[in-house]
């Protein structure tokens, strides 16, 4: 049964990791694929703008001013590097006019996005066919841009490769650039875009894990309730068992020729009968009183001295206790204030604590009372020197049914009532019980009850 609990849980949080491997695998198909569609999208917008009259016109201003320059370079009366130097003038006297119209082309699309055209070569060949490489990006680090903003180029997309040939002059030209684009905020865009469906995931994802924590817990209750039930179930018949088999045994004896006329053998069976009927009774009377809860537990409360109250009890009690290796200590205050509680009710908690106490192996016990100042509330605690109770099982002894169920512990017969029942009197006051324990070394089970 623990196994295949624990398989079921295993198998639940597997098949959430994989779940989740699933979700994000299908998110980042999800980008990748809005990614590569925004791409597209962006290249088209540029496209639109880039291929209007205003901007090609504006393209040959750079282009006419090359012309002539390359002119003057044929016949000698421009340096290689002048010509390049020129270039770059002109292209920085046109590119506001260009960003401008470029810009204003994009806004209607709402896009965030930036180009540049950068020259990567310039190759003349003569009539000869003696090609003559003026410039090129290969060789030099000095990057011309001939129009657009500049970016680093790791942030950019090349969207296009451009020639541009001159037969016009006798040297011919070939003047070749790129355009590379960069949309600017584009993990901001992708998220905004794809937020939905993260929160969504997200959302979904916590909804699942809470349902799983839930199903557990809920599986682990049902599972503890099984087993304090057969547990239950089992004491009762132990329980049972001793009285009912000392009743029969003793109306055998009434019964028998042996006890006909016998007045002694009479009695005596006649007191066992007794007895074991009380005993019954009470057994009866407790699982009865285990159904209350707090609030159906009708309380009759007077003011009474708790010094006095405790000490009584206590020697009444201590009459009850047959054993000689018992001792009982007293650190019992005389307060000056009255508990404002139900005798009756008090001294069955009280006693099922001393029960308890006797029962789970202490001798010497200590019973405490007194008033806290702090939380204002009389404290009535009662120490043994017992068994104790481990740590992980405290929090639950005083729920209904509920016994230790460790290997020594199986000789102490019981219901698993005493405690709860306990509990339930003391809420009913309006106050706590609490417990302090050490396997082995004793517990402190301290009842507090408000000063009213
Ligand atoms: P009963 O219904 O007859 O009182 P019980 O004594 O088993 O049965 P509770 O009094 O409710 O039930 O106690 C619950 C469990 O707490 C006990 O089974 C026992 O393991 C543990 N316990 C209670 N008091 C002590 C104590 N003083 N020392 C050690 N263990 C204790
Ligand atoms: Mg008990």
Do not use: C
Not at 296 to 324: A, C, H, R, T
Request: proline share 2%; no cysteine; charged share 20%.
């Amino acid at each position: 049964m623990q196994l295949k609990f624990k398989g079921l849980v295993a198998i639940s949080i597997i098949t959430l990791i994989a779940l989740i491997g699933i979700q994000g695998y299908l998110i980042y198909n999800t980008y990748e694929l809005k990614k590569k569609t925004y791409t597209i999208d962006a290249r088209n917008a540029i496209a639109k703008v880039y291929n209007t009259k205003e901007l090609d016109s504006i393209m040959w201003l750079y282009r006419t001013d090359f012309l002539e320059n390359l002119v003057a370079y044929e016949k000698g009366n421009l340096e290689g590097e002048d010509l390049l130097l020129k270039l770059r003038e002109k292209t920085q006297e046109i590119n506001p006019e260009f960003l401008k119209l470029f810009n204003d082309g994009l806004s209607k699309d709402n896009y965030n996005l930036k180009i540049k055209k950068v020259l990567t070569s310039i190759t003349l060949t003569d009539s000869l066919g003696n090609k003559n490489e003026i410039y090129s990006t290969d060789e030099t680090n000095d990057t011309i841009i001939l129009l657009g903003e500049n970016f680093a180029p790791s942030d950019g997309l090349l969207i296009n490769n451009s020639t541009w040939q001159d037969d016009q002059t006798p040297i011919k030209l070939n003047f070749q650039s790129s355009i590379y684009m960069n949309i600017s905020d584009w993990s901001n865009i992708m998220l905004k875009e794809l937020s939905g469906l993260l929160i969504l995931s997200s959302l979904l994802f916590l909804f699942v894990v809470s349902l799983l924590y839930y199903s557990i817990q809920n599986l682990m209750k049902q599972k503890r309730l099984a087993e304090i039930k057969t547990d239950f179930i089992n004491n009762i018949t132990h329980e049972l068992k001793t009285p009912l088999s000392t009743l029969a045994l003793a109306t055998k004896t009434l019964t028998s020729e042996h006890a006909n006329g016998n007045k002694e053998i009479a009695d005596g069976a006649v007191k066992i009968i007794e007895r074991q009927n009380t005993r019954l009774q009470k057994l009866i009377d407790q699982v009865l009183q285990s159904s209350l809860g707090y609030k159906q537990i009708q309380l009759s409360k007077e003011d009474f001295n708790g010094s006095v109250f405790l000490n009584e009890m206590l020697d009444d009690y201590m009459l009850s206790i047959v054993s000689p290796d018992i001792t009982l200590n007293r650190n019992i205050e005389s307060t000056g204030l009255p508990i404002h509680a139900d005798k009756f009710y008090l001294s069955t908690a009280i006693i099922n604590l001393l029960n308890n106490a006797i029962k789970y192996g202490g001798t010497k016990l200590t019973v405490d009372y007194g008033v806290d100042k702090l939380d204002s509330t009389h404290y009535i605690s009662v120490k043994d020197n017992g068994i104790g109770i481990s740590p992980k099982y405290q929090k639950f002894i005083f729920e209904k049914f509920y016994r230790v169920s460790e290997k020594d512990t199986h000789n102490y017969k019981g219901l698993g009532l005493g405690l709860y029942y306990t509990k339930q009197i003391i809420n009913a006051h309006g106050g706590n019980i609490s417990v302090k324990s050490e396997a082995n070394k004793g517990s402190v089970f301290t009842i507090k009850i408000p000063i009213s």
